[in-house]
């Protein structure tokens, strides 16, 4: 029999899967909600990130590493690059996951942002020194403020919708294991 800790870890791990899927089929649709020339959040980002940060058990490296190397290759983006740059970030955020339980959520967002410039940074560094076309900067950048517009939403639904919340510090879980 699975011990409650581990079922919970597998169930939100495939609930993951399943968003991320279901984020890239809606992605993929073609319809343009955004026809005004806005580009839309990068949810799966969102969705990454605010989940590396309250819960970095549910989402391992290789699940994270397996979702956007996917994602780069449905969007014909260079293949890695940004899967590498995503788990790079989010494993710099499971670091300092423990330091970050308490901070506020503007706190948060602010880390967050940061991390997503620098990504973006690193993302167009290496991308500009392989001398391969790139979108434009403005709209990477309008990309980056969506998404960051969407991360405070994406955060309020994993926690009302899949009960996704921060442990607290020195919590433990029902076997005596500490979160």
Same mark, same amino acid.
């Given at each position: 029999?699975?011990?409650?800790?581990?079922?919970?870890?597998? !169930?939100?791990?495939?609930?993951?899967?399943?968003?991320?899927?279901?984020?890239?089929f809606?992605?993929?649709?073609?319809?343009?909600?955004?026809?005004?020339?806005?580009?839309?959040?990068?949810?799966?980002?969102?969705?990454?990130?605010?989940?590396?940060?309250?819960?970095?058990?549910?989402?391992?490296?290789?699940?994270?590493?397996?979702?956007?190397?996917?994602?780069d290759?449905?969007?014909?983006?260079?293949?890695?690059?940004?899967?590498?740059?995503?788990?790079v970030?989010?494993?710099?955020?499971?670091?300092?996951?423990?330091?970050?339980?308490?901070?506020?959520?503007?706190?948060?967002?602010?880390?967050?942002?940061?991390?997503?410039?620098?990504?973006?940074?690193?993302?167009?560094?290496?991308?500009?020194?392989?001398?391969?076309?790139?979108?434009?900067?403005?709209?990477?950048?309008?990309?980056?403020?969506?998404? !960051?517009?969407?991360?405070?939403?994406?955060?309020? !639904?994993?926690?009302?919708?899949?009960?996704?919340?921060?442990?607290?510090?020195?919590?433990?879980?029902?076997?005596?294991?500490?979160?």
């Amino acid at each position: 029999m699975v011990d409650p800790l581990t079922r919970r870890r597998i !169930l939100h791990r495939a609930l993951y899967v399943g968003l991320v899927a279901a984020i890239l089929f809606l992605r993929l649709l073609p319809v343009n909600p955004m026809a005004t020339g806005i580009p839309g959040p990068d949810l799966t980002l969102a969705l990454t990130l605010a989940w590396v940060l309250r819960r970095p058990d549910y989402v391992p490296a290789l699940l994270i590493a397996g979702a956007f190397l996917l994602e780069d290759l449905m969007f014909w983006r260079p293949v890695g690059l940004w899967a590498l740059i995503v788990l790079v970030g989010t494993e710099f955020l499971r670091a300092r996951e423990g330091a970050t339980r308490d901070l506020p959520f503007l706190l948060e967002m602010a880390l967050v942002a940061g991390v997503m410039v620098a990504m973006l940074l690193l993302n167009r560094m290496i991308l500009g020194l392989a001398m391969v076309d790139q979108p434009a900067l403005g709209l990477e950048l309008l990309r980056l403020v969506m998404t !960051l517009i969407a991360y405070p939403f994406v955060v309020a !639904l994993s926690r009302l919708a899949f009960g996704l919340r921060r442990a607290a510090p020195g919590e433990i879980d029902p076997l005596g294991h500490r979160l």
